[in-house]
């Protein structure tokens, strides 16, 4: 879709409302805001092409980000293990006042998943202003390849 193309302020706001989703997926553990997504662009799809992209677009955003969120999460939380249980494995009775350093340093890496939970909202968000704004706006690489598919057309 071109810059110039003219859609309609319903269109404008159904498309936000699948960008936006992504607020939805971060108290449902990532599965409500793929969900309306999903039901944005099931419904959408043969109505407004502009929608339609615009939530397929946010679907696959919202899907990517919750499988490489997940993995962050698997791989902090195998750290973390990994920081804490062999000290108190080896000395049990070290740790009865106070836990291993490790842990510290554990919970202090939490911060590279919340972060980039944090970064990708934010710009499922701008992607929620930019579409309500009627622009055409496409994620970084997820939109080039849906375009390059074919999808949404």
Known sequence: MSEEMTVSRDERMMAGLAHGS???GLVTNGV???GV???IW???KGKSAYVAAQALQALVYQLVTLMVTMVFWCCWGGLWLLMIMPPVIAN???YNNA???GMWVGL???IFPLGFMALTTLYGLWGAVRSTGGHDFKYAVIGNWLEGQGAGQ
């Open 42 to 44: 099931l419904t959408q």
């Open 99 to 101: 836990p291993p350093p």
């Open 22 to 24: 992504v607020l939805l």
């Open 108 to 110: 202090t890496l939490m």
């Open 92 to 94: 049990p009775d070290a």
């Open 37 to 39: 997504a999903l039901l």
């Open 32 to 34: 409500g805001g793929i």
